[in-house]
Nanobody
């Protein structure tokens, strides 16, 4: 069992930055992949970025490449999402998710654990 707790959301102006954190606990993570998803009102949940816990390989959605960076701290068991040059279209609830496996996937059904979500609102 893995427990995930997100933090760091909030309200920011366009062009600003936020850093989201996802603290993980409950089991060893060497064979886990951790990802950030987001869901805007009326839209499907979409993959933002993912990282493999052991090697640190990363994957990004095209819409955030060059602006967002995912990283992990294996001592603190925490995954981060640094979000820069934020745009109003980045407004959504952001979720941390974990899956057993070494590949980042955009299929929400393949993730075993989810956090409660944190709201990010970008004003124009």
């Amino acid at each position: 069992q893995v427990q995930l707790a997100e933090s760091g959301g909030g309200l920011v102006q366009a062009g600003g930055s936020l850093r989201l954190s996802c603290a993980a606990s409950g089991r060893t993570f060497s064979r886990l992949t951790m990802s950030w998803f987001r869901q805007a009102p009326g839209k499907e949940r979409e993959l933002v970025a993912g990282i493999t816990w052991s090697v640190g390989s990363t994957t990004y959605a095209d819409s955030v490449k060059g602006r967002f960076t995912i990283s992990r701290d294996r001592v603190k068991n925490t995954v981060y999402l640094q979000m820069n040059i934020l745009k109003p279209e980045d407004t959504a609830v952001y979720y941390c998710a974990a899956r057993q496996g070494l590949v980042v996937t955009s299929s929400t059904g393949l993730y075993d654990y989810w956090g409660q979500g944190t709201q990010v609102t970008v004003s124009s």
